[in-house]
T-cell receptor
Framework: AQKITQTQPGMFVQEKEAVTLDCTYD???????LFWYKQPSSGEMIFLIY??????QNATEGRYSLNFQKARKSANLVISASQLGDSAMYFC????????????FGKGTTLSVSS | NAGVTQTPKFQVLKTGQSMTLQCAQD?????MYWYRQDPGMGLRLIYY???????DKGEVPNGYNVSRLNKREFSLRLESAAPSQTSVYFC?????????????FGEGSRLTVL
């Protein structure tokens, strides 16, 4: 079973609209961290936002917020007031327990913002 | 402000050739990683090093070896390249504190195996 599932291969939104990118995860750990990254067409990986499993408040970073629903094991990324520069691939990732501290990534969602 | 530096950025190999991807970070991070990215597959972990002197296999280690040369450097070696190893390779490092500590990525290395 996939650890991180992003069910939307592609999403389309108009400028200034809000958009939600879905992410569900699978873990039996009580402690874990959830991350979102952006990958523009230039290829670099840009960290956007982090949510810890024990954080009671949803994380926010500027126009990005993470809608964390622990019981549903979902960690959706919300982008408010989309901009053309938001067009990119977005990856959800999780860090579970153990010494590896590696991130497990989902397959990504391509977001296209139009004017 | 170098961050994570990978070399080379592009490489074309013939089947059976060997090569090493170099990675260095200047952020004094303990943990370093190698991922590969293939279309529709996201990023998959090849190997990681939680600290200097340790390395462990990730999800897709077959056909690769790694060396954590020192705290700064983590190299990935393909001993006998295969077309299935055509991919974009990312090195990353992290200052892990519990479950926090985002990964800082290099710019990626695009490898083509003919």
């Amino acid at each position: 079973a996939q650890k991180i599932t992003q069910t939307q291969p592609g999403m389309f939104v108009q400028e200034k609209e809000a958009v939600t990118l879905d992410c569900t995860y699978d873990t039996s750990d009580q402690s874990y961290g959830l991350f979102w990254y952006k990958q523009p067409s230039s290829g670099e990986m840009i960290f956007l936002i982090y949510q810890g499993s024990y954080d009671e408040q949803n994380a926010t970073e500027g126009r990005y917020s993470l809608n964390f629903q622990k019981a549903r094991k979902s960690a959706n990324l919300v982008i408010s007031a989309s901009q053309l520069g938001d067009s990119a691939m977005y990856f959800c990732a999780m860090r579970e327990g153990g010494e590896s501290a590696a991130l497990i990534f989902g397959k990504g969602t391509t977001l296209s913002v139009s004017s | 402000n170098a961050g994570v530096t990978q070399t080379p950025k592009f490489q074309v190999l013939k089947t059976g050739q060997s090569m090493t991807l170099q990675c260095a970070q200047d952020m004094n991070h303990n943990s370093m990683y190698w991922y590969r990215q293939d279309p529709g597959m996201g990023l998959r972990l090849i190997y990681y090093s939680a600290s200097e002197g340790t390395t462990d296999k990730g999800e897709v280690p077959n056909g690769y070896n790694v060396s954590r040369l020192n705290k700064r450097e983590f190299s990935l070696r393909l001993e006998s390249a295969a077309p299935s190893q055509t991919s974009v390779y990312f090195c990353a490092s992290s200052d892990v504190q519990g479950y926090t500590g985002e990964l800082f990525f290099g710019e990626g290395s695009r490898l083509t195996v003919l």
